[in-house]
């Protein structure tokens, strides 16, 4: 190990060990572009009735897809099974209770 260090070699590694250190710190900040926040009685009355305004009229169309696309590829029970497991998008609810 007779290899000289230079100081264009002990400053490039300190300008490295130091940029790898500030990226560090600065992954570790939290994002604050989006926050989280609780919904108010109203906001969640509105958004858990977004597919039931109709009469379910959405989750009767999830149903009616899910056995378009299961149709000639399943049996009726495994058509039922992925129904009854199937989550609205919008609402998160079954969409089997419709």
């Known amino acids: 190990m007779d290899r000289m260090i230079t100081r264009r070699h002990l400053l490039s590694t300190t300008i490295l060990a130091c940029g790898g250190a500030a990226a560090l710190l600065a992954s570790t900040r939290l994002a604050r572009a989006l926050s989280l926040e609780t919904m108010n009685p109203e906001t969640q009355r509105l958004y858990l009735s977004a597919c ?22 399943a ?24």
């Open 52 to 73: 039931t305004t109709r009469d379910g009229a959405h989750h009767k169309q999830l149903v009616a897809e899910v056995r378009q696309t299961l149709q000639n590829r």
């Open 75 to 98: 049996s009726e029970a495994e058509i039922e099974a992925a129904i009854a497991g199937a989550t609205c998008p919008v609402c998160g609810c079954p969409i089997a209770a419709s």
